[in-house]
């Protein structure tokens, strides 16, 4: 699994889902678990990008060996 | 407040009705009539939304009172169509897609109509003067000029 | 993946039939916010704070409450105080509860002129207000702050001692007292700067604009003797209005109704409650249903504006044009509350460019105005006005054609975002390829004093969640009922997507909106993602309606579900095709067949596309006074696949003016003490009809594989890149580079003397 951090670096983990990829980033960032993840839910706020889509499970959302996942601002519009 | 009796020919009927002296024509058209074709968007005379004919001149019903229209004649949107039958611009907005939310409609189609029965060969700039005190936010324009340019050849070609 | 296969024929999608709900419009009987009457019905007026930034000391309400005509007065102790809660809304991503329900009626301080404080209801609107002139608060004032760098400067007067950071990804901790902040990075911009044969760097600032929906807030409230709210209102989104005043309120959100009449415009600034818990609460205290109704001067001073900002950045290329670093530095107004348009407006300020070095800054910072609301592509504007025109500046000195310039960066379908993920489908380059062909861009710009900009801009687009209902009726017509409240003709674009699904005509299908209680959830209208994600919602009701009549004709014919080909409104037995229904014969067989048919579908889709577009004006300055004249312009942007192109044509027509309008005239004047003085929409200077000419519009489609037609958004872009386009178009014209918006006549004449002295 392959995932970028704010855009400025790459960072390969394992994990099933996007739960388990936060978790593994852990060890490595251990603020991103209290930002990321909020009421046991992904923080309002959060969108994730699985391969280039904006997916909606989640924390829950699977993934696939060599998945790319970016977190991002959840932008609104007019 | 003391509410005075007022009468004026509204759509071609008469109407008798009550009114305070405070309350514009707007409101009294909207709130006392329930015709509520004709809008607010300023309640200043600076955006059209409330544009009525009163004794064949185009006003902006914010800034008239209901009491000066005692005697008077009045043609709001609702009067426009005649039962069933659409105003050509009515038709030619319905079909050139002049309108978006549809909100200034009423009042472009009040002032256009104006614009034809004075003018019914009007060039882009004539209408785009004649319908400068009219805001629309959400068109740019462009369609309604384009749909007032048509209904003034439906109604040219319907006088020949 | 939800990657479709878009037809190579379309039957509907692309033709222009006329609005279902038109006929109402042109004569003056749709009912929009204020045409909903119910006998009883009181009038509610708020009083609103004629200061910018001050304490509340005590709120007197009693001769107000003892005036005639008067049934009920409300200030915020009538209001529960909730905990800080964030949920998901329609402006830039989250908000903070607290802050919306502080905002409704100011609890302990107020934070700019036109701040609700207090509300009265009674038997019409004069009396309300001629009441609320008698409630008699004492304010301690404080010093109000009103621009970006004063409020990030030492020592500023501090707006909220608590606030949660805007909707980005950041450190809990604010940045500074009045803002917090956001960073992107991609690559080394010390490296790349280094690469760079010629640096530009340069600073901007644009002034707070509004929306200007000519139709302004309003709503109607009615408190059920057992509890149950029913609001009728002109919303973008009735689930978000039921959601927040459940939240706002303490309210379950099964106890809320909320009805969306017509809107007449919307933008982005009817997404959230203002005066709504207000009428609920008049409401419940009265026994009667309240109308209350925002006037101009009041949404112009109290709903949410458009950020003003303040922008540095620096763009490094080099002479073959290559864009090689860019860092870009942005404080967007947040107004009263944290929370604006900052990280859209940041994270669109580049993106349409492939630059291998980045870094973006952007601060949200509180000020002493309405809490900024989204307006159409929010941020976008002001930072492409920054970015083009330093590129106008980079192709001058260069000596670059503009659009070889951008065509040697622009970013393509995979290229990185700087958000870091591939970029889906897009058409940018054929875009560019398409200014280059049009007879506009090759003609002679004539005249004196006359030049011609251009300008490249970016938005983003939306999925999240949609809903929509199908009926067949029996006798072959279908009602549809969406989620999606309808704002400039989606009614007809869903209308037009269920027919070429379902193989049926448009005519006979009645398309309307639902209430929250009446259809699934659905997110507002904004994001320009009506036509796509309800579209898809409608798309997948029809498939499941085709299913199910497949399945009748099936049982009719003896014959396995799979042996029914569905061909465009018919349906056939394979083995034996004399056996053939159409559509409306098969309706008319349903009752027969096990009763009648409906689907629905809630959909979230994920195939976004995004919006690209690029826009060519010409004008004329007048260099004695500073005025300009449009005199051609021409916007080309990539629809995806047009539904109604009429209509799309309007949505880029409409936006397009509305930057006319933020690049030439329109911002918000405050003076010291930070009292709006241009409350009116005659010095809220719109763009009236004299002041455009025809807006070409030339549609492009690069099909977004995400939506069954390849739709993508089209309604925010158009608002992008005008401001861009006509300050280089100024430059063409007369030398001048402007770096302020609005770029007014005085600000013109100023460049111009100063220029030549």
Redesign the interface.
């Known amino acids: 699994m392959r995932e970028m951090t704010g855009g400025t670096e790459k960072v390969a983990v394992n994990g099933a889902n996007v739960r388990e990829v936060i978790q593994a980033l852990e060890s490595l960032y251990p603020n991103l678990t209290g930002l990321l993840i909020k009421n046991d839910q992904l923080g309002k706020g959060i969108a994730v990008a699985v391969d280039g889509r904006i997916v909606r499970r989640g924390l829950y959302e699977p993934l696939q060996s060599d998945s790319e996942i970016h977190f991002i601002p959840a932008l609104g519009a007019g | 407040?003391n509410r005075q009796q007022v009468t004026a020919t509204i759509n071609g009927e008469l109407k008798e009705f009550l009114c305070?002296p405070?309350q514009s024509l707007l409101e009294v058209l909207?709130?006392e009539l329930?015709?509520?074709?004709?809008?607010?968007?300023?309640?200043?005379g600076?955006?059209g939304?409330c544009n009525v004919i009163l004794d064949g001149i185009v006003v902006n019903a914010c800034c008239i009172f209901g009491v000066e229209t005692n005697g008077g004649h009045i043609t709001?949107?609702?009067g426009?169509?005649k039962g069933n039958e659409?105003h050509p611009l009515?038709q030619t907005?319905?079909?050139?897609?002049g309108?978006?939310?549809?909100?200034?409609?009423?009042g472009f189609?009040i002032a256009a109509s104006a614009l034809l029965d004075e003018n019914p060969e009007p060039t882009e700039k004539e209408?785009?003067?004649w319908?400068?005190?009219?805001?629309?936010?959400?068109?740019?324009?462009?369609?309604?000029?384009k749909s007032v340019q048509d209904a003034a050849l439906i109604l040219r070609e319907r006088a020949l | 993946m939800n990657d479709y296969v878009i037809p190579e024929k379309l039957r509907v999608v692309g033709t222009t039939p006329i609005r279902p709900d038109g006929h109402d419009k042109v004569t003056g009987r749709a009912k929009f916010g204020d045409d909903f009457h119910l006998p009883g019905m009181l009038h509610g007026k708020v009083l609103r704070s004629p200061h910018a930034h001050a304490r509340i000391k005590s709120i007197d309400t009693s001769h107000a409450a003892a005036f005639p005509g008067v049934h009920a007065v409300v200030t915020a102790a009538d209001f529960p105080k909730i905990a800080s809660n964030v949920i998901d809304a329609g402006e830039s991503g989250q908000i903070d509860m607290q802050d919306v329900a502080d905002n409704c009626i100011a609890r302990e301080k107020v934070f700019y002129d036109g701040h609700a404080v207090a509300a009265v209801a009674a038997d019409n609107a004069h009396i309300a207000e001629e009441a609320a002139n008698l409630i008699q608060v004492a304010y301690e004032l404080l010093d109000p702050v009103m621009d970006v760098r004063s409020a990030m400067a030492d020592n500023a007067p501090v707006l909220h001692d608590n606030f949660l950071p805007g909707a980005f990804l950041a450190p809990t901790e604010k940045a500074l007292p009045n803002a917090s902040k956001l960073e992107l990075a991609m690559g080394d911009v010390s490296t790349g700067f280094d690469q760079a044969d010629v640096i530009i760097e340069r600073e901007f600032t644009t002034e707070t604009v509004h929306q200007g929906y000519i139709e302004t807030h309003i709503v109607t409230a009615q408190w059920g003797a057992n509890g149950m709210v029913t609001i009728w209102t002109t919303t973008q989104g009735q689930f978000a209005i039921r959601d927040q005043l459940a939240l706002v309120l303490e309210l379950p959100m099964s106890a809320i109704t909320v009805i969306p009449l017509e809107i007449g415009g919307g933008f982005g600034g009817k997404d959230s409650i203002y005066i709504d818990p207000l009428a609920v609460v008049l409401s419940k205290q009265s026994g009667r249903p309240v109308k209350m109704v925002m006037n101009r001067a009041e949404t112009l001073r109290a709903t949410g504006p458009s950020s003003g900002t303040y922008i540095k950045a620096r763009l490094g290329v080099k002479t073959d044009g290559t864009l090689v670093a860019a860092e870009f530095h942005g404080a967007y107004e947040a107004g009263a509350y944290s929370g604006g348009p900052v990280a859209p407006g940041v994270s669109t300020a580049l993106t349409r460019y492939n630059i291998p070095n980045v870094k973006i800054e952007g601060y949200d910072v509180l000020v002493n105005k309405p809490k900024v609301k989204p307006y159409r592509a929010p941020g976008a504007t002001p930072s492409n006005f920054a970015v083009e025109t330093m590129i106008d500046e980079l192709c001058r000195e260069l000596k670059l054609d503009p659009v070889e310039f951008r065509l040697r960066n622009a970013l393509t379908t995979g290229d990185r975002l700087v958000l870091g993920f591939p970029c889906p489908e897009i058409g940018g380059v054929e875009i560019l390829k398409a200014v280059q062909n049009h007879a506009h861009y090759q003609s002679d710009i004539g005249g004196p004093h006359r030049g011609r900009g251009l300008a490249y801009g970016f938005w983003f687009g939306a999925g999240l969640p949609s809903s929509a209902d199908l009926m067949v009726n029996s006798d072959g017509t279908v009602q549809l009922c969406s989620g999606s409240p309808d704002m400039s003709g989606t009614r007809i674009t869903l209308a037009m997507q269920a027919a070429e699904a379902l193989g049926i005509e448009p005519s006979d299908i009645f398309p309307s909106v639902g209430d929250t209680a009446s259809v699934g959830y659905s997110f507002q209208t904004v994001a320009s993602r009506t036509t796509f994600a309800t579209g898809i919602a409608v798309y997948q009701a029809a498939q499941d309606i085709l299913a199910q009549m497949a399945e009748r004709a099936a049982l009719i014919w003896q014959i396995a579900t799979d042996n029914v080909l569905i061909d465009c409104g018919r349906f056939l037995n394979k083995a034996n095709i004399q056996q053939c229904f159409t559509f409306k014969e098969l309706a008319g067989k349903l009752d027969g067949t096990g009763g009648p048919i409906a689907a629905r579908a809630l959909a979230s889709p994920e195939g976004v596309g995004f919006q690209i577009t690029a826009h060519l004006v010409d004008l004329a300055v007048d260099t004695e006074t500073g005025k300009v004249d449009i005199l051609r312009y021409t916007a080309f942007q990539d629809a995806g696949k047009a539904v109604h192109p009429d209509f799309v044509e309007g949505q880029i027509q409409g936006g397009t003016v509305q930057g006319i309008g933020w690049a030439l005239n329109e911002e918000y004047f405050y003076d010291e003490a930070g009292h709006l003085k241009n409350t009116s929409l005659l010095d809220y200077r719109m763009p009236t009809i004299l002041d455009v000419p025809n807006i070409e519009a030339v549609i492009l489609e690069t099909p977004n594989p995400g939506h069954p037609y390849g739709v993508r958004g089209v309604g925010e872009v158009p608002i992008v890149p005008p401001a861009a386009a006509i300050a280089n178009a100024l430059y063409d014209a007369a030398g001048i580079r402007m770096n302020t918006l609005p770029m007014t006549p005085a600000k013109i004449l100023d460049k111009l003397n100063s220029a030549t002295h």
Request: include cysteine; charged fraction near 20%.
């Open positions: 407040m305070e405070r909207r709130d329930f015709l509520t074709g004709t809008k607010e968007g300023c309640n200043d600076n955006c939304a709001t949107i609702e426009l169509s659409l009515q907005f319905l079909e050139g897609t309108m978006q939310c549809g909100f200034c409609t009423p189609l209408i785009r003067h319908l400068v005190g009219n805001l629309c936010r959400c068109t740019g324009y462009d369609k309604i000029v």
